[in-house]
């Protein structure tokens, strides 16, 4: 609706304090032609808007200049109550301030939003943490976000995927909760890079202030490198046959490999089974799970590794068995 589009506008300005009409289209999905029409109604209705030509110009507010929010609609009402991840406020030692600022916030609804908000609250509840949590210690993490807040340099000891210490000076540019771990975004030496905090054995506040790439947006950031890891990421497939007594549990999977497929059920009952996995030692691992209640037909090299395993084992049992008084 051209009502909410209109006060977005007012609230973008207030924010960016100066935004050009293609940036307002852009954020908006709208053309830039409309921004025109939506800024001509703006001034007809008496807010003080000016624009400013040339290089860093743009549309601005007056210093100072603040709108009232005279509402919201039902659907950000519930959007906003649904949006506070607890794991991760709790990190941040802000859940106090959240829950504070969700008790002003309700106060300043009105009685139906007041009512709608607490509907949404009492029929949906997200609950972000695993089931089985890691239980990773982000000691650094304080450190992190004062290096943060105050745009300040930080000397890391970082701890290597192979156990190696190596020592950094890092530009923060942002932390990023994924699950229950947390990742530092920081500029090294021109790249950007993503440290995981757990891995940080040591963080220290330089005297240096630290410097933010221009343009730099954490969230496209952070979307862009993710899908590259998991496209980065071995992938292999494996048809397996399962039983009836394994099929209710194929689709829990496991953390690094995941069932495509469940084929009908033949004359025995049992079904042919696409699973894909990262490493031979992850397909093993999932098809042992099972026992004898799912046959890897191909590849073999999976096949082989599996009865190698399940031989080994066998043998174990029976020595420990012939140990025993």
């Keep these: 609706m051209r009502a909410d589009r209109l006060l977005s506008i007012l609230l973008l300005l207030q924010v960016h304090q100066r935004l050009t009409s293609r940036d307002l289209a852009e954020r908006l999905e709208v053309s830039e032609r409309t921004i025109h029409r939506d800024m001509e109604a703006l001034c007809a209705a008496g807010v003080p808007l ?5 290089a860093g110009g743009g549309w601005g507010l007056p210093d100072g200049y603040r709108t009232n929010l005279t509402g919201l609609n039902p659907s950000e009402v519930q959007a906003v ?6 794991g991760p406020l709790r990190d941040l030692g802000l859940d106090a301030a959240a829950r504070a600022g969700t008790l002003k916030l309700l106060a300043a609804l009105s009685s139906p939003q007041r009512k709608n908000a607490e509907y949404i609250r009492q029929r949906i509840h997200i609950d972000t943490a695993a089931w089985h949590p890691s239980q990773e210690k982000a000691q650094a993490l304080p450190t992190l976000q004062d290096a943060l807040w105050q ?24 932390l990023v909760a994924k ?3 947390w990742y530092l975004v920081a500029e090294v030496e021109g790249e950007v890079r993503t440290y995981r905090v ?29 899908a590259q890891f998991v496209a ?6 494996a048809v397996l046959r399962a039983s009836p007594a394994a099929q209710p549990h194929l689709r829990h999977g496991g953390r690094y490999t995941r069932v495509e497929e469940v084929g009908p059920p033949g004359e025995d009952g049992w079904r042919r089974v696409l699973l894909r996995y990262e490493t031979l030692e992850e397909g093993c691992q999932f098809a042992l ?8 037909l191909e ?25 025993a008084p």
Aim: glycine content about 8%.
């Design 232 to 237: 980065s990421l071995p992938s292999h497939e």
């Design 81 to 86: 109550f649904l949006a506070q991840p607890a």
């Design 289 to 296: 799970g099972f026992g004898p209640e799912v046959e890897v």
């Design 50 to 54: 000016a624009a400013q030509r040339g």
């Design 179 to 181: 699950g229950s771990a």
């Design 299 to 323: 590849p073999l090299e999976l096949r082989l590794r599996v009865i190698k395993q399940a031989e080994a084992t066998a043998r174990f049992y029976a020595g420990r068995a012939a140990e």
């Design 151 to 174: 745009e300040r340099r930080v000397h890391l000891t970082y701890q290597r995927s192979d156990g190696a210490p190596v020592e950094r000076l890092v530009d923060p540019l942002g």
């Design 198 to 226: 757990s891995r940080v054995q040591a963080a220290r506040l330089a005297d240096q202030a630290s410097v933010r790439p221009e343009g730099f947006d954490l969230a496209a950031y952070w979307e862009k490198s993710a």
